[in-house]
């Protein structure tokens, strides 16, 4: 009896102790898993995050159709940069950012999930096309548009590229 009551205290302080810590471990590896409302907007959305490194990802309500919105979110961004959106098919592309007048959303560095204010609505400049890939970059400096098409690599903080087939009428 008595040893069982000791097993028992120590079963006890190992919970106490140990679990605080292993959650504190598991923050300091992945600091952008935490369970923000960002986070289970993300897990409701079944849009899987990158396990390592800075991403950059978006999420379009399915079915996607012209006019609806895609939710663009960054994450582990080691320093701060300039988001370039635009939507490909075969030859023909659409632009989002950077814009005409080549402004583009500045996301500032951070080690968690930022759902980015600056959504985009689908344009109907894409209503030629059914099928579309839509490609984000995240780059260290604001680029022209002819620069970005030849952009090296080690320009690029974070890239992600998502398919879209867009499904009849207009929200």
């Known amino acids: 009896m008595k040893e069982a009551l000791i097993v028992a205290t120590l079963a006890i302080v190992a919970l106490v102790v140990l679990v ?11 600091p ?11 897990s409701n959305s079944h849009i899987d995050i990158p396990t390592g490194g800075p991403y950059v990802l978006a999420h379009c309500a399915d079915p996607c159709r012209l006019g609806s919105w895609i939710k663009l979110y960054v994450g582990r961004i080691p320093k701060s940069g300039f988001l370039a959106v635009w939507a490909e098919s075969g030859a023909d592309r659409v632009w989002y950012y950077p814009t005409d007048a080549n402004f583009y959303p500045k996301v500032e560095a951070t080690p968690d999930v930022q759902v980015l204010s600056d959504g985009l609505k689908l344009s109907s400049a894409q209503g030629v096309h059914k099928r579309w890939t839509l490609k984000l970059a995240l780059l260290d400096s604001p680029y022209t548009r002819a620069e970005i098409e ?14 879209i087939e867009l499904g009849e009428g207009k929200r």
């Open 20 to 30: 605080p810590k292993l959650g504190g471990v598991i923050r300091q590896i992945e």
């Open 32 to 42: 952008g898993r935490d369970r923000t409302i960002e986070i289970q907007n993300l």
């Open 150 to 163: 030849t952009l090296m690599p080690d320009h690029v903080i974070a890239s992600h590229e998502m398919q």
